[in-house]
């Protein structure tokens, strides 16, 4: 089985760069399109056991706790499908994959795209 930019059987793009910039981390990715996630929305969004409960996937994480003001500082890609990203709230355990990043983008008005 080769290596290849697909997961689950769906073609998935990945990402050519991604910066952090002023409002947000930009993913610039191979299908042409750069999105722009906010931060505080984009680590509102991890699905981490510590901020989702395994077994319900019931939201854990107090919202209230996370600072208006949050970054990325810094991000790490893991494998080929996804992102680590190491917020400024110390939280470093949550995984995004490419996936549902774009997901994201395509279905949430906050994450804009050019």
């Known amino acids: 089985m080769s290596m290849s930019s697909e997961y689950s059987g769906n073609p ?4 050519k760069q ?7 981390v930009q993913i610039a990715w191979d299908n042409g399109q750069t999105c722009t996630y906010p ?4 680590r ?9 409960e395994e077994m319900t996937g019931r939201p854990i994480l107090n919202v209230a ?3 208006n003001d949050i970054i990325a500082a810094d991000h790490l ?10 917020w400024t709230d110390g939280h470093d355990s949550g995984i995004y994959p490419f996936q549902m990043l774009l997901r994201l983008a ?5 994450v804009v795209c050019e």
């Open 12 to 15: 998935v793009s990945v990402p």
């Open 18 to 24: 991604i910066d952090m910039t002023g409002d947000g």
């Open 39 to 42: 931060y505080r929305y984009l």
């Open 44 to 52: 509102l969004q991890c699905a981490c056991a510590a901020c989702v």
């Open 77 to 86: 890609l893991v494998g080929k499908y996804a992102i680590q990203f190491l």
């Open 65 to 67: 706790q996370v600072p």
């Open 106 to 110: 395509a279905n949430d008005d906050v």
